[in-house]
């Protein structure tokens, strides 16, 4: 599946993965030289002294490129698991000192190296699953100290191994514990955000995105649009949280501002579903979220794909509402649950995602000059990559050219 062709895909274009049967790449220096069937790239003068990898009639994808997790993180929060079964809503675990708190003070409290070695692991997994690119948040800092220690960290480990790590300041995730209880907490908050974090990253160059999670118990529409605003001065492009608890008007916000992203959408309207399919914002959709905490509204994904809005998929990985890595599982969900075709699932994971991290021209499809970025999958037909859910068919990953997985034996 070459994806090829401009992106972004919008409306019916979604299901056109570019399939070249019995294909081939010709790979050098981690890009792709040549591509087409086997006997046309074989007979190519350079393929002659080329090292060959033979897929054995397998199926074979640009990397997923998994556009919204939050990487860094202490541990999990398996004890609020318990809590989620027996009914509590996540804003009523949140209003207890669980959620978003909860692992910001575990976070803390954690030195560099825990949390880099868990990141680590994170990572080995992402590419186990057939993922070369992932976008990371921080938000589990919430003061200078800890959110420039994430952002730091995602720096080291994008120079320590292949992955790609593309980085998002999400200091607006939720209002820390020492400014609740006070009159003007938000609005000191802010100031902080606004005039020290936001002017220190963009120095640093520590993040390409500004992220503002809005929503009810976190920040609203106006708060969001002072901190997105401070971040575009700054050189951040936006990303947003948007609409998935309650409906804010986030998601139209983010379409003004000319965000790069909105994340989530579960409660939006056929207006901010029209705003979306006119804009080059794309619509990322987080089905691992809602699944994992027992919702029963998804995003409408049919009709936003109808009306012809960008959209994407990612794991939201997090600690607490979506401890998942595998894309894969996400295309089960959306496929399922979304009711998008397994054609659509695969565009919006691969070259929608990367559009959405303004990296289109380098990864997500196949083409001669981009990263030769492949996952492999131990399946005969494309649908049972989502197909067989839980399960993990892939069988090789490949990042610019090198194997960073390959088959039961991972190599990062």
């Not at 998994?66 to 698991?81: G, K, N, P």
């Amino acid at each position: 599946m070459t994806l090829g062709g401009r992106g972004p895909r919008r409306g019916t274009a979604l299901r056109n993965l570019g399939i070249i049967k019995d294909g081939a790449l010709l790979v050098s220096n981690g890009l792709i030289a040549a591509l087409g069937t086997r006997a046309k790239v074989e007979a190519l003068p350079e393929a002659a002294a080329a090292d060959r990898l033979d897929l054995g009639g397998r199926v074979g994808l640009p990397g997923f490129v998994d556009s919204h997790t939050h990487l860094i993180h202490a541990a999990s929060r398996a004890e609020e698991y318990e809590l989620k079964i027996a009914g509590a809503s996540y804003e009523e675990i949140a209003q207890k000192g669980g959620g978003i708190l909860n692992s910001v003070k575990k976070l803390r409290s954690a030195t560099s190296e825990v949390l880099k070695q868990r990141a680590r692991l994170a990572l080995t997994q992402f590419a186990a699953y057939g993922t070369t690119t992932i976008e990371a948040k921080s938000g589990y800092g919430l003061d200078v100290l800890s959110e420039l220690k994430i952002l730091r960290l995602h720096r080291e480990l994008a120079a320590e191994q292949p992955l790609a790590i593309v980085s998002t300041f999400l200091g607006a995730h939720v209002l820390p514990s020492e400014y609740r209880g006070s009159s003007t907490g938000m609005k000191r908050y802010i100031e902080l955000l606004n005039e020290k974090l936001i002017p220190e990253v963009a120095q640093e160059k520590l993040a390409e995105f500004c992220d503002v999670f809005c929503d009810r118990g976190a920040f609203s529409r106006e708060q969001a649009k002072q901190i997105l605003e401070a971040g575009k001065r700054h050189g951040l492009a936006p990303r947003v949280h948007a609409e998935q608890l309650t409906r804010t008007g986030a998601a139209q916000l983010g379409v003004g501002l000319g965000a790069a992203s909105c994340d989530h959408l579960e409660q939006v309207n056929r207006s901010d579903i029209a705003a979306l399919a006119k804009s080059q914002t794309v619509a990322t959709l987080l089905p691992g979220c809602d699944f994992h905490l027992g919702l029963k509204q998804y995003a409408p994904a049919r009709q936003l794909i109808d009306a012809g809005a960008i959209v994407a998929l990612a794991t939201d990985y997090n600690p607490g509402t979506s401890p998942t890595v595998s894309m894969p599982m996400i295309l089960s969900l959306a496929c399922t649950q979304l009711r998008m075709t397994p054609a659509e699932a695969i565009t919006a994971a691969t070259i929608n995602a990367a559009y959405s991290l303004r990296r289109e021209k380098h990864i997500g499809s196949f083409g001669v000059g981009k990263f030769a970025d492949l996952a492999v999958f131990e399946v005969a037909d494309y649908r049972e990559i989502p197909y067989y859910f839980g399960m993990n068919t892939c069988w090789l990953t490949m990042k610019r050219g090198v194997v960073v997985h390959a088959a039961n034996k991972t190599t990062i």
